[in-house]
C-alpha cells in the first residue's frame, strides 16, 4: 500500500527548545518512516514577525541544522525551504479570493493580537490561509500540528471545501495530526513552554544556559523532607517527557512519601535532558561544518516539492481560468 502524505511547517524563530522537539520535532522523526514525509521551514509565515533579512537567514539555516540534528533524515524526508516554492504563494491568492474577512477574523491567533492591541499585518491576518496553501498544494494527508494550531488545520480543510464547491473537486481534506501526550509541553514557570513567555528550556543552548534553566523550574517551597505532589509539580511534568513507566513510579513514590528535595529532582532532570540532548550536538556539529551541503538538502527537497507543486497547480490555473 502507498504511504500516506505527511506535511508539516516549522517557523524559523530563533532557537529551539524542549516544547519545539517534544511537541513537533520528535514527532516527525519518530513518523518518517511511517509516512511520505515533507517537512518545511515556513519562512514565508516568520516574515510576518521577523523583518530583519539577516536574522531570518541566519534562522532558516539554524533551524535546517536543528531539525537535522534532532534526527530527521533527509533520505527519507523531503525538507525543504517554503520561499522556494513561488506556488504557494500564488495558490494563496486564489484561496484570498475566495475567503471572507468575517472569517479570517475568527481565527484564534489573530484575535489574541488583536486583544493585544498590536499592529496586525495583512500578512498576519491572512496566515491562515497561506497556511492553508502550503497543505494543500501537496496533496496532503495528514498534518502532525501542535494543539494550537488544530484550528488552522480546520482553515485549510474549510478553504478546499469551499474551493471544490466553486470550482468542482480539485483538492483533498487533510486531517490534523495531534498527539495527545506531547501536545504541550510546560515550561519552567508552568505555562505553555514558549518563547513569548520565555519561560524555555533551549536545545542546544550551552550546557550552563539549560541548567540554568532547570534551575529556574519554578515550585512550591517545601523542603527536602516534605511530602511532594506530583501532580503539580512543573519539574515533574517535565520528567514525564523523559522517563519510562517503572522510572516515573518510582520517582513518584520519592515525591509522596518526602526525602527528595526539589534540587535533587532538577538535578536529575538535567541529566535527562543532557542524555537525550548530547547526540544531537554531535550531529549538529558535523553539519554546521558543512553549511553545503545543508544547502544542498534543502535544495534537493525544494525541487521534489515543486514538482509535485507545480503539477498541481496546472490543475488549478485550469479551474480558476486563467488559462487561456
Ligand atoms: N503555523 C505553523 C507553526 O507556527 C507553521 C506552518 C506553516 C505549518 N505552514 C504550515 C504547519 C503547514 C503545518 C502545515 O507552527
Known sequence: MEKKKLLSGIQPSGTIHLGNYFGAIKQFVDLQDKYDSFVFIADLHAITTIQDGKALSENILNVALDYLACGLDPKKVCLFKQSDLTDVTELAWYFNCITTMPYLERATAYKDAHMKAKEINVGLFDYPILMAADILIQDSDVVPVGADQKQHVEYARDTALKFNKIYGETFKLPEPLIMKNVAIVPGIDGRKMSKSYKNTIPLFGTYE????????????????????????????????????????????????????????????????????????????????KDLDKVREILNEGAKKAKAIASLKMKIIRNKVGVNI
Open 209 to 288: 544556559e539549560i541548567k540554568k534553566a532547570v534551575m529556574r523550574i519554578v515550585t512550591d517551597s517545601k523542603e527536602a523532607k516534605d511530602p511532594k505532589d506530583p501532580d503539580t509539580c512543573n519539574i515533574f511534568a517535565l520528567h514525564k517527557l523523559f522517563l519510562d513507566k517503572d522510572k516515573l513510579e518510582e520517582l513518584q513514590d520519592k515525591y509522596t512519601k518526602g526525602g527528595l528535595s526539589y534540587k535533587e529532582s532538577k538535578e536529575m532532570l538535567y541529566e535527562e535532558i543532557i542524555n537525550l540532548i548530547k547526540p544531537m550536538r554531535e550531529r549538529r556539529e558535523e553539519y554546521a
